[in-house]
């Protein structure tokens, strides 16, 4: 390990500093989910091409739920078939070794950090497992519906549609996930307990996110100006490693999750 980032690890591990882990789509890669980046984010409607920022809002589920939910329907099929690998097994030994001086906070809306073991985690993007009313009718989170796996012709059909109907009023279930024309908050997406979390952390230890979205960069400031130790886990730049460089106590430490992570925790568990 370089012996600049060995050097912050073992200063958070001295000083039992709490840490707050935030991650990306990227995490996931070496899972076989594909990022929002990547060619196989796009999604084909008739002859139009449609970018996640497009299909994941509000103002589409209101043009054209069926379309939106037949995305995701899809999307959730590969995160359930997907198994967790061993980044997020670094980080499930790290909350083992320092407990409760552990957060994750993730962007993932798959799963795979609570089904590798982690506890303590803020979903801040939402969770595939889950749905509620479009309507806000009061009916609360619900368990998604079991579907088989789909492809990515498969149609909507009626069946869906009975699945995916409010028990309560009759409208349309949703899934609970942030969309891109929404705003974070903390009773769904735990907006306050993120920050919060920051706002005692000795280190920020980032992986796989690009830094597209609001929150996070938020996050990533927050630890900057409060001097926290700032570590960067990612293949590419990005805005993380950027603030990284800036901070005295930063290191970006290029390359993948499966990679970096366990080297990384193993000198963090001590
Ligand atoms: P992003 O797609 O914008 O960026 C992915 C980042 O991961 C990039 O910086 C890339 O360089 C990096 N990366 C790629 N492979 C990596 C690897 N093996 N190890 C470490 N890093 C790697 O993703 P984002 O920043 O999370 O933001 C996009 C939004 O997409 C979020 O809102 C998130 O909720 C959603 N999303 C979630 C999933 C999921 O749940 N798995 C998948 C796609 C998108």
Redo the contacts with the bound molecule.
């Keep these: 390990m370089e012996p600049k980032l060995q050097a912050i690890l073992d200063g958070v591990r001295q000083a039992k500093g709490r840490v707050v882990a935030l991650?990306?789509?990227?995490?996931?890669?070496?899972s076989g989910?594909?990022?929002?980046?990547?060619a196989e984010?796009y999604w084909v409607v008739g002859s139009q091409n449609y970018m996640?920022q497009e299909m994941a809002t509000h103002e589409m589920f209101e043009r054209s739920p069926e379309e939106v939910w037949r995305w995701y329907l899809y999307?959730f099929g590969v995160?359930r078939h997907a198994q967790p690998n061993a980044?997020h097994a670094a980080l499930v030994a790290l909350e083992r070794a320092i407990g409760d001086r552990f957060t994750l906070v993730t962007?993932?809306?798959?799963g795979?950090h609570r089904r590798a073991g982690s506890e303590r985690v803020l979903c801040i993007?939402?969770d595939?497992a889950y749905v509620r009313c479009a309507g806000e009718c009061g009916v609360g989170r619900l368990d998604l519906p079991p579907f088989p796996p789909r492809t990515k012709d498969e149609p909507f059909s009626a069946a869906d549609r009975a699945r995916l109907t409010c028990p309560s009023c009759g409208g349309w279930l949703r899934p609970h996930?942030?969309w891109f024309d929404e705003y974070y908050d903390e009773p769904n997406y735990r907006m306050e307990s993120a920050l919060s979390a920051t706002s005692t952390a000795d280190l920020l230890l980032v992986?796989?996110?690009?830094?597209?979205?609001n929150l996070?960069m938020q996050i990533g400031r927050l630890a900057f100006e409060r001097g926290a130790a700032l570590v960067d886990?990612?293949?590419?730049e990005?805005p993380f490693a950027e603030l990284a460089a800036r901070s005295p106590r930063g290191f970006f430490a290029r390359?993948?999750?499966?990679?970096r992570l366990p080297e990384i925790v193993a000198a963090l568990a001590g």
Excluded: K, M, Y
């Design positions: 991650t990306g789509a990227g995490i996931s890669a070496e989910i594909p990022t929002f980046r990547g984010g996640p999307r995160c980044g962007q993932n809306i798959d795979l993007h939402g595939a996930v942030l992986v796989g996110t690009s830094g597209a979205t996070p886990v990612n293949p590419e990005n390359g993948s999750a499966c990679e």
